[in-house]
């Protein structure tokens, strides 16, 4: 069989396993980056000892996403993989739930600072990662009906990239 025949042939399967390679490493609708940054706005850097953190949430799927959030407490629908930190948010007057939807490329970004627990020993170059949950209009209401005790049971978490605490 000559050369370009060959060539052809492969074409469509070289097009096909790029396309699932493509399909497979974007199919999160979200992209969620973590940052450490200078300040937080509306802390006071001698209120609390952490590490000022900028957390991004950025659609990048075709369509509007909508998840519920607090927006105060906005840090509850939030994880840290380390069990030697939480997340603090500056304080607000009232806290309520709150919709919010992202068109497709759109974000929303919030700052809080990571804290270290009280008894978490210290060590430095601790590595954490936030993670987003999801939480859906359908989980919120059979979490308020009682159909489940966890508020965040069922509910998707997306992962930030990792960050070095100093």
Known sequence: MPFYKKCFL???ACVFVSMLFAKSSNSSP????????????GISSTTYSGYPVKLIIANTSHTER?????????QDGW????????????ECDANYQAHI????????????????????????????Q????ELT?????KYMKGIISDEYK???????????LP
Not at 79 to 87: A, E, H, W
Not at 137 to 141: A, E, H, M, R
Not at 156 to 163: I, L, P, Q, R
């Open 130 to 133: 936030f993670g987003f949950i």
């Open 10 to 12: 492969l074409l469509p």
């Open 101 to 128: 939807t992202l068109a497709p490329g759109q974000e929303k970004v919030f700052f809080g600072q990571v804290i270290r627990h009280n008894n978490a020993k210290r060590s430095r170059g601790s590595e954490v």
């Open 137 to 141: 209009d359908f989980l919120y209401i």
């Open 79 to 90: 994880k840290i993989d380390n069990k030697n930190f939480y997340l603090y948010s500056p």
């Open 66 to 74: 909508t998840f519920l959030m607090r927006n105060c407490s906005w």
């Open 30 to 41: 979200y992209i969620v980056v973590a940052k450490l940054v200078d300040f937080v706005p």
């Open 154 to 164: 069922g509910a998707t978490t997306y992962w930030s990239n990792k960050v070095v």
